[in-house]
């Protein structure tokens, strides 16, 4: 079954005008629309080319916030800048740090809304984990960040911003001068999985990494950014034609009746509809394989027959399925599945070819694992039941 949703909510989008003296944040802007604002600011159209490259380095490579820093802009144009914009991110309102090193920032936006956002360091990587919305347009049952209400898209420069202000506290930003590949990468890969679904506010996620993955700033490759959809199927075509990242999908179950429940969008875009779609994305993104996210409860959605179904229902897509262990939070309607059931749904997966990972938890004790993230000033609004009689299990 298939059914219409609004696509983009641009009416829940703040503009990028900050109330400081009307000044315009240069965060977020795309190279054609810093273009346009400096123009229109004063700058002579056949300087205009060259300003935007010195002012994006200093920005997106450099990470400098102060146009007087910007020492190869004469001094009458860094103050031509500093009249007309400003370069500011998301505050860091707090820091929590996991005994498995896992980072968690509570970050607050225009408006006083705040946003979680999670950096999980690795050997070979180090993976930050965004936000695209104030709470989320959806109501996954097992989700806690489902059980806030959306309140507002983030502007691209809110977006782009969470990515600078890890990059803040990791204390990445190359010195001026200092090419961007001579220090080993701490931040390395981006994942649109933290509160929100991306699609849902497409022009600004895609704005936001196109700016990540510009190779004159951020310089983040397509393939080290994962985007992750609950299945909003009008804009996964776009989502490989303009932005190329690679392409998780919130799955979760392998019939109709279940993922209605755990995942509601599937009563507008159903199992059948979401995978037509899928098969076409690795070839229009030129991605390797689309991730598969599985949440692993018990006696919901674990078992062999479970198992062997889902390996039915993807076959001719490149893939992987990511099993993740059920993340528990105050309310939660549901329970972890056994370890000895989730091996055995692995090994029913990778025996029929696929790569099954089982994921390991990161950041529990401090709630920054997956499906647990909502921002501790909504949670310390509601009592365990009041989040429980929202999730219908009161």
Not at 64 to 76: E, G, P, Q, S
Not at 176 to 201: C, D, H, Q, T
Not at 272 to 291: F, H, M
Request: charged share 25%; hydrophobic share 40%; aromatic share 6%.
């Amino acid at each position: 079954m298939t059914g219409t949703v609004p696509i983009t909510q641009d009416v829940l989008t703040i503009p990028r005008k900050l109330p400081e003296g009307g000044r315009t944040n240069l965060v977020g802007l795309t190279r054609p629309q810093l273009r346009e604002a400096l123009i229109a600011a004063g700058t002579p159209e056949k300087q205009a080319k060259m300003r935007v490259n010195q002012v994006w380095q200093w920005i997106y490579q450099w990470g400098v916030r102060d146009f007087d820093a910007m020492t190869n802009l004469a001094k009458t144009y860094r103050a031509q800048l500093t009249e007309h914009f400003v370069i500011e991110l998301p505050e860091v309102v707090s820091k929590q740090v996991s005994l498995d090193g896992t980072r968690k920032y509570l970050m607050r936006i225009a408006g006083g809304h705040e946003v979680e956002v999670v950096y999980i360091p690795e050997e070979d990587r180090g993976t930050l984990c965004i936000s695209s919305q104030v709470g989320c347009t959806l109501t996954c049952s097992f989700c806690h960040t489902g059980t806030q209400k959306l309140v507002r898209n983030l502007t691209a420069g809110e977006i782009v911003g969470q990515i600078m202000a890890a990059r803040d506290d990791l204390g990445e930003w190359p010195k001026p001068g200092e090419g961007a590949g001579e220090r080993p990468r701490l931040l390395s890969n981006i994942v649109l999985m933290g509160m929100g679904e991306p699609l849902y506010n497409f022009d600004n996620v895609r704005d936001a990494m196109q700016i990540a993955m510009d190779g004159e700033g951020i310089s983040l490759s397509r393939r080290r950014i994962t985007l992750s959809t609950s299945g909003v199927v009008p804009e996964i075509g776009k989502t490989a034609e303009e932005i190329g990242c690679m392409l998780a999908v919130s799955f979760h179950a392998t019939t109709d009746e279940v993922r209605d429940k755990l995942v509601p969008i599937n009563k507008k875009w159903n199992i059948a509809t979401l995978l037509d779609a899928l098969r076409a994305y690795p070839k229009l993104s030129n991605s390797e394989r689309i991730t598969f996210e599985y949440v692993m409860l018990k006696d919901v959605n674990d078992s062999d027959e479970d198992a062997r179904r889902l390996v039915k229902l993807i076959a001719g897509i490149p893939a992987k399925i990511n099993l993740i262990p059920f993340n528990e939070w105050p309310g939660a309607p549901y329970e972890r599945s056994d370890w000895s059931r989730i091996e055995a749904f692995a090994d029913i997966i990778y025996k029929a070819g696929y790569a099954s990972p089982i994921r390991t938890p990161r950041g529990e004790d401090i709630m920054a694992a997956c499906g647990q993230l909502k921002s501790a000033t909504e949670r310390a609004r509601k009592s365990r039941a009041q989040i429980a009689a929202e999730t219908g299990t009161g």
